[in-house]
């Protein structure tokens, strides 16, 4: 089984500051199939980023995804207050076949 | 883009069944796999299983073979989740989520959720 791990499990930041999210994998996944979701309470998961990297249409550019093989990172460059919300990392292709990491909330400081 | 309208809210006795429906809303399944992710109160996301619509072929996480039955009916475009011998730990969100039919990797529609409670 893949297992996603993601931290820090919490991170208060301002407005305006950069957020690095990381999400760790168990074993080596394929760029291809990492993405990243955001979750604001009583809402349903937005993609964000698809591929590791590419953004999914009508997202900012301040949001950017990275990273290859058991390590990536999604950094929000300037926080806005519409980004504080829960972040999931997400992979495709392994046992079970699709799994989530447990997520990072990013709460205001 | 295809939007999935899922059925409303569920109160259900420990050891009954749950049956969610997830309509597509402007357009067909037919290029979709749909999958069951649901999400206990305060917790992370967690997949259950998918169906291809077109083919009615269903894949099941192992933690759910034999409790969870995935099905489509290509006709009305609508997939549904039937959940067996509820658990208060069933106690969830259930959202339904569609992937390519050539397996992009991402989730995008998502489904708004259907809560499920379990309790007696």
């Known amino acids: 089984e893949i297992v996603l791990t993601q931290s820090p499990g919490t991170l208060s930041l301002s407005p305006g500051e950069r957020a690095t999210l990381s999400c760790r994998a168990s074993?080596?996944?394929?760029?291809?199939?990492l993405a990243w979701f955001q979750q604001k309470p009583g809402q349903a998961p937005r993609l964000l980023i698809y591929g590791a990297s590419t953004r999914a249409p009508g997202i900012p550019d301040r949001f950017r995804g990275s990273g290859s093989g058991t390590d990536f990172t999604l950094t929000i460059s300037r926080l806005e207050p519409e980004d504080f919300a829960v972040y999931y990392c997400?992979?495709?292709?392994?046992?079970?076949?699709?799994?989530f990491g447990q997520g990072t909330k990013l709460e205001i400081k | 883009q295809v939007q999935l309208v899922q059925s409303g809210p569920e109160v259900k006795k420990p050891g009954s069944s749950v049956k969610v429906s997830c309509k597509a809303s402007g357009g067909t399944l037919n290029n979709y796999t749909i999958s069951w992710v649901r999400q206990a109160p305060g917790q992370g996301l967690e997949w259950m299983g998918r169906i291809i619509p077109l083919l009615g072929i269903p894949y099941y996480a192992q933690k759910f073979q034999g409790r969870v039955t995935i099905l489509a009916d290509k006709s009305t475009s609508t997939a549904y989740m039937d959940l067996t011998s509820l658990r208060s730990d069933d106690t969830a969100v259930y959202y339904c989520a569609g992937d390519s039919m050539t397996g992009r990797g991402w989730f995008d529609p998502w489904g708004q959720g259907t809560l499920v409670t379990v309790s007696s």
């Open positions: 074993q080596s996944i394929s760029s291809s199939y």
């Open positions: 997400q992979q495709y292709g392994g046992s079970p076949l699709y799994t």
